[in-house]
Structures are given as C-alpha cells and as structure tokens.
C-alpha cells in the first residue's frame, strides 16, 4: 500500500509559480513511476509531468519549459515546480503513483487568476 500526500496548491495570479510537493509512504525508487495528473472542472484528468524510477521525465506539451517534476530521494518527495501560470493551469492536481497497482493522492487545488 503507497499513502501519497499532496501540498502546495494555492491561489495565484498568472506569471507566478508555485512548488507542490508528493510526499510517499514508501521509498519513490520503488515504484515504477511517478507523476502529476491534473483535473479542470468539466474536463477529462490529464497527465502533467512524470518520472520514472530510471530517471526518465516526460511532459506535456502544454507545460514544457514553464514546469519541472523533480524528486529527493531522502524525503520520498515528488515536486512539481510550477512558474509562469496561467488560467488554464487551474485545475486539482493529484499525484500518482504507479508499481504492482496504482495510487492516487487526494489532490490539491491550484487556482490562477487573470
């Protein structure tokens, strides 16, 4: 069983940046991957940034170059730095992790106003 604990969600004004934070309950290298998924009200969830236990990165087009999913080992913490938002970036955002099954946690709210 992996507990997955979101922080960092905020209210912010477009141009500025947040850092939320995936705090796991077990050690990240033992999950196969872990990533940040977002969900816009009336909108299908979507994939945002994801590592691989190998160090493979992927994202999605509509944040390349504005977020960067990083992790520490140490803290068995997934980051997602978050600059130059914009009002489409509103949505919950929620980590997942994914090995033998795949967990979800409760989300956390990022809103960007205009």
């Known amino acids: 069983q992996v507990q997955l604990v979101e922080s960092g969600g905020g209210l912010v004004q477009a141009g500025e940046s947040l850092r939320l934070s995936c705090e796991a309950s077990?050690?990240?290298?033992?999950?196969?991957?872990m990533g940040w998924y977002r969900q816009a009200p009336g909108k299908q969830r979507e994939l945002v940034a994801l590592?691989?236990?190998?160090?493979?990165?992927n994202y999605a087009d509509s944040v390349k170059g504005r977020f960067t999913i990083s992790r520490d080992s140490a803290k068995n913490t997934v980051y997602l730095q978050m600059n130059s938002l914009k009002p489409e970036d509103t949505a919950v955002y929620y980590c997942?992790?994914?090995?033998?099954?795949?967990?979800w946690g409760q989300g956390t709210q990022v809103t960007v106003s205009s």
């Open positions: 590592i691989t236990s190998g160090g493979f990165i």
């Open positions: 997942k992790a994914r090995s033998a099954r795949i967990y």
């Open positions: 077990v050690s990240i290298f033992s999950v196969d991957t």
